[in-house]
């Protein structure tokens, strides 16, 4: 079984410039969740998508940041325009319906903002 | 609120001493408590988990109990490898299945 893929691995950006990121889940996994570490800092929470739904998007720092989950499959962050605080490593997590499932996490993208 | 504190870092080592990294939680309700580990150039990948009070999650020789007293989940090995260098990550998940991190522990296992 394939896990859960993110591209790329890393970005590297100028400021005002624009990127997205892409999360490809767990085949049959409904629930999709975002992450960010920012250098040092903990992981932190960003948003929650069961199937193309999003159930939580309370983690979101401001609106430059978009996601989307069309057809419930492959889920993309957009950051547009990216400022340097956006640095960091997303991270993406699949888990299958229904609450208190495991969540199993990509490798993630570390993005770089110049 | 929810939270997580851990041990800073970053944590070095030789080969067979012993491990402890502190992590303690703040949390509303009863959460469910985890280490997770990321190597060098890899994602989050699941240790060791605990559900309830007093339950002892272990893995690869890695255990750690659940105190609701201290509200902690501290995480221990025996003997620790060169293989074991990584970065550990304290997390607790609430009735919402939201995960909290805390900021991550570096262990370098020097031989």
């Known amino acids: 079984e394939a896990g859960v893929t993110q591209f790329p691995s890393h970005s590297v950006i100028e400021k005002g410039q624009t990127v997205t990121l892409r999360c490809d889940p767990i085949s049959g996994h409904d629930n999709l969740y975002w992450y960010r570490r920012v250098m040092g800092k903990e992981i932190k929470f960003l948003l929650h998508?069961?199937?193309?739904?999003?159930?939580?998007e309370s983690g979101m720092p401001n609106n430059r940041f978009l996601a989307e989950r069309t057809g419930g499959t492959y889920s993309t962050l957009k950051v547009q325009p990216a400022e340097l605080e956006d640095s960091g490593v997303y991270f993406c997590?699949?888990?299958?319906?229904?609450?208190?499932?495991?969540?199993?996490f990509g490798d993630g993208t570390r993005l770089s903002i110049l | 609120g929810n939270s997580v504190t851990q041990m800073e870092g970053p944590v070095t080592l030789s080969e067979e001493a012993f491990l402890t990294i502190n992590c303690t939680y703040t949390a509303t309700g009863y959460p469910s408590l985890f280490w997770y580990v990321q190597y060098p150039g890899e994602g989050l990948q699941l240790l060791l988990k605990a559900t309830k009070a007093d339950d002892k999650g272990s893995n690869k020789g890695f255990e750690a109990t659940y105190r609701k007293e201290t509200t902690s989940f501290h995480l221990e090995k025996g003997s620790v490898q060169v293989s074991d260098s990584a970065v550990y990550f304290c997390a607790l998940r609430n009735t919402g299945n939201q995960f909290y991190f805390g900021t991550g522990t570096s262990l370098t296992v020097i031989p």
């Open positions: 997590a699949s888990s299958q319906p229904g609450t208190n499932q495991p969540q199993h």
């Open positions: 998508f069961v199937k193309e739904s999003k159930q939580d």
